[in-house]
């Protein structure tokens, strides 16, 4: 590695990327290294994470640096997490990624809505940095908002959790060392934001909605538990108030899971934003989950997996995913206890929750079974009729026919059903979805992939129609 004392005769992070380091699973398994058990193996590779991180924030910044020269010379790991929290494709050439991210960030929308999404307590942080003027001493920035221990290296899979971390991993700060004052005198590590954001930012920052967000954020780091206990029942009346239909979960269940969580020394608001999530995926599988009794492991994978990554902005990280599976089972084991859920259900919860929890540095996942082709896709409310209309894996399948076979000819696919297993019933699922319009009938297929397509059409070919539901 490269090193120089001319601050201004070099490039910031120059140097190594360790991007080429093997899989630490693999190394620390070596017979020859005598290292047996998986707890010894991921403590090594967490210290050796922090070590490569900590090496590279020992390089070389300058104070005012653009945010696309800090991009062409960050480490593989942080830039592609730069591009999953800015929502910019991984793939491509280092070259691609830097422009697409430069250009995205320096977006004004784009920029307010990175932001607005970044946590309170972490543009705190930036807002000190940025009337600092730009760049402060990272030791400075550490005593008021904590340091950087466990961020680690890998980035693109398990994003940092610290108020700093949060921040470079969006690509809003950037962390190096520079020697302040005259040539030869001690360098210092230092938090810089890109001179080309900064103004951009600031200006973002002084919204009044922005600032009590984050006062509230600095406010809760010292309130009492009594006080974080009644800030969350408070809350928890302020979700349900809005609530104008049937849920599987009641109030009074949340509230009586929250004393009992915070009777047990946990913080009862981290718990119930983390409870307020699952609340949400309930709502949103109503069709499938209509009493907490019914819920599936597969739901409980789909939780910490598509649902979040679809519905909340920057991409979760995984001490983020695990907490919400921890919330989800300590939850369940409360409504075993209160009678509100059977033993099968609490098995089946924390059976989920062990074998997604067992991947090494990602979580597992657990897949649906394959639908039989009763199963809902979509139920909606026909605007011409006023009547209720669902549509099931076997329209999907359908769908995917003709399109795939029969060349969006509805007159000509009703002709092949005459000739196919069940064709009868096929030819009903044909007459509900000839009406149908083109953007609902996209949805209906939107996130069937090939396998999809070709599996739909040996069905459609030789098997019969069945109503019955794998889920």
Known sequence: MRRSSDHNGYDEFDGDDFEDDNDLSQIFFDDDLGLITPEMAEDLARYMADEWREREEGKPIKLDLT???????????????????NRISKKGQRKTKVTALATKMTDAPTLVELVRNTPAHARAALRKVLESGGWIKLNALIKDFGDLEGDGWFWD???????????????????????????????????????????????????????????????????SPDEVLREALEEVRGHFSHIDWETVVYENDTEAFLLDVHAQGYDALSVWQSLEVFLDFLDHQSHEITSLDEIGSYHVSELVHEFVDRHYLPRWSLNLRRD????????????????????????????????IRSGKRKLNVIKRPPPLGGELILARTNPNTGREERYTFNHQRILMVWVSECHQDWRHMLQVCKTVPDGHRKAEL????IALEPSTQELLIARADEDDFANGVIWFYKENVIELSAW
């Open 67 to 85: 945010l696309a020269t800090a991009l062409s010379k960050t480490p593989a790991k942080w830039l592609d997490a730069a591009c999953i929290a």
């Open 157 to 223: 899979e398990i994003p940092p959790t610290s108020s700093i971390g949060e921040l470079r991993q969006r690509a809003l700060l950037f962390v190096g060392r520079t020697v302040l004052g005259k040539t030869g005198k001690k360098a210092y590590k230092v938090a810089v934001v890109p001179r080309d954001l900064r103004d951009s930012l600031m200006q973002i920052l002084n919204d009044p909605n922005v600032k009590a967000e984050e006062e509230e954020a600095i406010v809760n780091r010292f309130a």
């Open 324 to 355: 919400l599976l921890e919330t989800v089972e300590r939850f369940y084991k409360h409504l075993h206890k209160t009678g509100r859920v059977g033993d099968d259900a609490l098995t089946e919860v924390n059976q989920a929750c062990t074998q």
């Open 430 to 433: 044909v007459h509900d979805l």
